[in-house]
């Protein structure tokens, strides 16, 4: 029995070893078949992502890319993220002096993100360097808004982590807000608090939250998720540890006390002392050893993954 005229085509298509860039996008194949484009292929995206393009960059980018793109796993590895969505940035200087950022493609699952993927945007959300992915994945507009008016009215502020991790979303969602009720929850320091808004795409909830962050490092967004930020990748990647971990134990706290007149609340003197004390628990910076370690656990991790290297 000869196969169909359809059989024969489809056998071709899926053997053809030699095709163009234009033609790959209509041939099918059922092992690298993804919705939308061939492009969002593993098999596509894995020779994209294996490329590094770091000598393009000066030292100092460099190692903000590295940092960055560490933050992503490490969000990934924690549970810190929702989808493709949600958003790490950090500062870095143009050659002449601008405040650009770096900011994930929107598209690749946080396990892929490499050091080389990362876009460069200014703070008009305009693309200053697509990075190895960038021609084909954009930039999540509420990441752009999120962001660059944080960057740009905190000049203290390297890195701004934001997520929607699902305790601190609840707790978000609670009139109560954060109770301090354990020493982690102390060492995340003062919060402040943003109203929801719907998502957030215009640029007139700008004003509004950088008045409310003020000039603390901590903001919980309400029926939301979070926003934390510091002088270093390092340091939002802390904060931001530290409300996720004082959002679950508060979680479970109040989850066992059943009434909230069943909760054993430190004293007020006692929260500040424990606040000032882990501002200067570490000869280092706040947030450079914590963030080291991450980063020698994401390295061990990836002698065994199939993801490309984080570093590239």
């Not at 209509?26 to 092992?31: G, H, L, S």
């Not at 914590?290 to 991790?301: G, H, I, Q, V, W």
């Amino acid at each position: 029995m000869s196969a169909s005229s359809d059989e024969k085509t489809n056998t071709n298509a899926i053997t053809r070893s030699q095709a163009t860039e234009e033609n790959l996008e209509y041939i099918f194949n059922p092992k690298t078949y993804t919705p939308g484009s061939y492009k969002f292929s593993r098999q596509y995206l894995r020779e994209r992502l294996s490329r590094s393009i770091l000598h393009e960059f000066s030292i100092d980018e460099q190692k903000a890319r590295i940092e960055l793109a560490a933050a992503y796993r490490l969000a990934a590895k924690n549970g810190w993220l929702e989808s493709i969505y949600n958003h790490i940035t950090c500062n870095v200087d143009g050659p002449n002096g601008q405040h650009h950022i770096l900011i994930n493609p929107l598209g690749l699952n946080y396990r892929e993100i490499t050091a080389s993927s990362l876009v460069k945007i200014d703070l008009d959300g305009n693309v200053i360097h697509p990075g190895v992915v960038g021609d084909i994945m954009g930039i999540n507009q509420a990441g752009i808004v999120i962001h660059t008016c944080i960057h740009r009215a905190r000049p203290d502020v390297r890195c701004v982590n934001h997520n929607h991790n699902w305790a601190v979303a609840g707790l978000s969602a609670t009139k109560d807000g954060v109770i301090e009720l354990a020493q982690t929850t102390h060492v995340t320091g003062e919060i402040a608090y943003h109203d929801y808004e719907g998502i957030v795409i215009s640029n007139e909830e700008q004003e509004r939250i950088v008045r409310d962050l003020g000039d603390k490092d901590v903001m919980i967004l309400r029926n939301h998720g979070l926003i934390t930020c510091g002088p270093s990748v390092g340091a939002a990647y802390l904060h931001a540890y530290t409300l996720c971990a004082a959002a679950e134990i508060q979680a479970y706290a109040c989850s066992m006390a059943l009434d909230k007149q069943n909760l054993i609340i430190p004293e007020d003197r006692l929260v500040k002392l424990s606040m000032n004390i882990a501002k200067n628990f570490n000869r280092t910076s706040c947030g450079i050893l914590e963030f080291a370690a991450a980063m020698r656990e994401l390295d061990y991790d990836q002698d065994h993954s199939s993801y490309p290297d984080y570093r590239n």
